[in-house]
């Protein structure tokens, strides 16, 4: 994350830095996000009142292993990778747009309407809300990439929906259906990307006391971003799991986020809401805070390494 103040990192440390810790999340930490989704988009009780308990890790066991479920070991772990194409995809640019994006809208409200948001919050949370809302912004605009999220999370729930297509014939087939749930998605990413950059700047504007965000170290970018991640995770937690569950449902079987809520709360009570938001606290989490520290530590390293050797010239100083 560039800082509210000081030098702003070039667009090359930027997308080296954000590629980078998306690449390595992603090889890290999917088959935890296949866990994570699978458990999302189960709509029965896994541990049935009454029932045994070994029949309940019995239905965790086909929950989150589907047909490898009675299969060796090694077997049910090469199962969690499904997707991983569409995922690497994804996640790559999704981190490089994030991460590597953000900044950008955050020196334009600086340069443009930082005055304003001095004048209504105060200077110091004034910094903080231009961070989350640069953060909400560039969140609304990641719908763009929801197709690539759809395809990675059939294949890691459903993947007899793709069964003998390749990428080039699913877009064609499906055209627009690839973009179900976007209004959701948007939903969703409005206010987690908001609580994430917001409550990353809020740790190291309130708590470390930073003036200068780039100049923060690599402890202090994990605590920070410990915090936006919680903040994130919890706010969006209720419209993942709808938008998750839409993009879930068969090509010719559409459902809408209304009605999917609908079901949700007559067939599994107002708790389905928050369905797998343990895992994704527990694994998903530090997901986000791996990927968002090793970003934010990485950008300013990459920018001083590059103009120290001359690739690029020096930083401008922004407002």
């Known amino acids: ?9 070039s667009g090359l440390a930027r997308l080296l830095g954000s590629g980078t810790s998306g690449i390595l999340e992603l ?33 965790l066991d086909t929950v989150i292993f589907k047909n490898a479920s009675s299969a060796t070991v090694l077997r ?15 996640k790559v640019l999704q981190r490089i747009y994030k991460y590597g994006g953000q900044p950008y809208v ?20 004034g910094k903080t809300i ?10 609304i605009g990641e719908v763009a990439l929801l197709p690539l999220d759809v395809l990675k999370i059939k294949r890691q729930t459903a993947p007899e929906t793709l069964r003998g297509r390749n990428i ?3 877009f064609w087939d499906e055209g627009l259906g690839l973009y179900r749930g976007g209004l959701w998605t948007a939903a969703r990413n409005a206010p987690g990307s908001f609580a994430l950059f917001g409550g990353s700047a809020f740790v190291k504007e309130y708590i470390f ?23 994130s995770i919890s706010v969006a937690q209720p419209l993942d799991v709808v938008k998750t569950r839409i993009q879930n449902r068969p090509f010719d079987a559409p459902e809408s986020g209304v009605q999917i809520i609908k079901n949700m709360i007559k067939h599994e009570g107002p708790t389905s809401f928050i369905k797998g938001i343990t895992p994704k606290l527990i694994v998903i ?35």
């Open 1 to 9: 994350m560039s800082p509210p103040s000081g030098k702003s990192e």
């Open 27 to 59: 090889f890290i930490f999917h088959p935890i996000d296949t866990v994570a989704k699978r458990l999302m988009t189960n709509p029965n009780k896994i541990f049935a009142t009454g029932a045994p308990l070994s029949q309940g890790f019995n239905n």
């Open 76 to 90: 049910k772990y090469t199962s969690l990778f499904p997707g991983l194409g569409y995922a690497g995809g994804y």
């Open 106 to 125: 955050k020196d334009y409200l600086n340069h443009h309407h930082k005055d304003t948001f001095y004048k209504i919050f105060g200077e110091k949370s």
């Open 130 to 139: 231009i961070h989350a809302t640069a953060g909400s912004l560039i969140g």
């Open 168 to 170: 080039f014939k699913i």
């Open 209 to 231: 006391g930073l003036k200068d965000y780039s100049k923060a170290t690599f402890f202090q970018n994990f605590c920070s971003s410990i915090g936006g991640a919680i903040a």
């Open 285 to 319: 989490g530090p997901k986000l805070v791996f990927s968002f520290t090793v970003a934010q530590q990485l950008i300013p390293i990459l920018d001083n390494f590059f103009v120290a050797q001359g690739i690029i010239s020096k930083p401008t100083q922004s407002l």
